[in-house]
């Protein structure tokens, strides 16, 4: 079968690395891709959310199926898209449609699906501009720290967490007043919630569910989980906190009530569905959904899928999921992410990277998460540039591999964290 995979990141390199290791597959083209993904199939200079060209794309390469990597497309009505138009209704998509993706699209929506469905997460309220007496109460009411979200898609800068009453009364009023843009319109605040917190993932075809491998991301850009958020600057899989006991609460308060509560609404819902989870006093709570793999915890979840992806997405998007194999390498995997001087605030592009031919000691996959190819040459091309996964018998030998292998790979001004997994052997 023919495969179109929408993105360019470092999750997009994961997936299209495991799809084109399938029997299945016959050509796999990646839009826009990167340097990586070049390597494993076609890249098409497409944007993700330019639909008409999609359209052009599935139709001229005879595509059976099409998988959207990020949220921007999903949130934007790709599903529905494909669904409404007659020469593409009979090609699935594999990810939720318009109204399922709301439940990363409107924070909001989210939170009053899962009140809806006795799913356990913090308290909030939500609050528009000409409710900004009202926000500033239920602030009040609050312990500190204050966490400020931003209703709608804000390339993940629209979460904050403030330590004083009076910031954050000033930033609930800069957030209405339009600091996000129309993602802002709209504010959800909530208690915040001490604990350490999970990734969990699960593949759907609206009625059955199949639970991947767990991680764990680390999005802060200093070491010790200090510094400003980031897209994530590593992560890990899987989580020794997140064992039989506590999976089995996260199964049954939230991930059966989640796909329950979509099928009891009627909202389309084929793809993957991302828990993020804080465990308080080993009780899982939602902090987020996502309406899709998460970037990094895709390079450390996707090594560990030993049967094949395609049957897998098949399974999704056929409604038979139940019947398709899963199977999960024992061995763990630790991701770094390999930055540009200056990320996540201003940086430069364009830098040669060297050392990115594998030494025959490694245990390694090197993904592009943001690079390009000219003349030749690999240059960077984002702000987390690429992404190393290693494989080892226990995490530390994970950890171990990859830092060895960040260490023969170089471009001007790379960084890395040095303490991913610090907190948890």
């Not at 060209?53 to 390469?61: F, G, Y």
């Not at 990363?104 to 309220?125: C, L, N, V, W």
């Not at 209703?151 to 904050?160: M, P, S």
């Not at 064992?243 to 084929?270: C, H, S, W």
Request: hydrophobic share 40%; glycine share 10%.
């Amino acid at each position: 079968m023919n495969i179109l995979l929408l993105g360019s990141g470092g999750r997009e390199h994961a997936l299209a690395w495991k799809l084109a290791q399938s029997p299945k597959i016959d050509r796999l083209f990646i839009a826009p891709g990167n340097a990586g993904t070049s390597h494993v199939g076609t890249n098409v200079p497409v944007a993700v959310t330019d639909f008409r060209a999609i359209k052009n794309v599935v139709l001229a390469n005879r595509i059976d199926l099409v998988v959207a990597g990020p949220e921007t497309p999903l949130v934007n009505g790709l599903y529905d898209f494909f669904k409404n138009d007659p020469s593409l209704q009979d090609i699935p998509v594999a990810g939720p449609s318009k109204q399922g993706a709301r439940l990363e699209g409107s924070k909001s929506f989210a939170k009053a699906f899962m009140e809806r469905r006795q799913i356990p997460t913090a308290r909030y309220k939500s609050f528009t501009a000409d409710a900004l007496e009202d926000g500033y109460r239920f602030l009040e009411s609050l312990p500190s720290p204050y966490v400020l979200k931003a209703d709608g898609l804000a390339a993940g800068k629209g979460v904050l967490i403030i330590p004083k009453l009076e910031e954050a009364r000033k930033e609930l009023r800069a957030m209405l007043n339009g600091r996000f843009g129309a993602a802002g319109q709209t504010v959800v605040i909530e208690e915040f919630l001490d604990g350490v917190e999970c990734s969990v993932f699960v593949a759907t075809d609206g009625a059955d569910y199949k639970l991947l491998p767990v991680a764990k991301d680390y999005k802060r850009i200093g070491e010790g989980n200090t510094g400003l958020n980031t897209g994530g600057m590593g992560a890990v899989s899987p989580v020794p906190f997140a064992d039989g006991v506590f999976m089995q609460k996260v199964e049954e308060r939230i991930i059966r009530p989640t796909i329950e509560g979509l099928k009891a609404e009627n909202i389309d819902y084929k793809g993957f569905i991302f828990f993020g989870l804080i465990s308080v006093k080993g009780e899982p709570l939602v902090i987020e959904y996502n309406c899709r793999l998460g970037d990094p915890e895709t390079e450390a979840v996707i090594p560990r899928i030993q049967s094949d992806l395609v049957e897998l997405l098949e399974g999704i998007v056929r409604g038979d999921l139940k019947t398709r194999p899963l199977e999960i390498d024992k061995r763990a995997v630790a991701t770094l992410i390999l930055a540009s001087g200056g990320y996540p605030e201003a940086f430069e592009t364009g830098k040669e990277i060297q050392g990115l031919d594998a030494p025959p000691w490694a245990a390694t996959v090197v993904f592009h998460s943001g690079t390009t190819a000219r003349e030749g040459k690999v240059l960077t091309g984002g702000g987390r540039v690429l992404a190393v996964s290693s494989y080892g018998s226990t995490l530390k030998e994970a950890l171990t591999q990859s830092y060895k292998r960040a260490g023969t790979i170089h471009f001007e001004k790379m960084f890395f964290r040095t303490d991913i997994g610090f907190d948890l052997y």
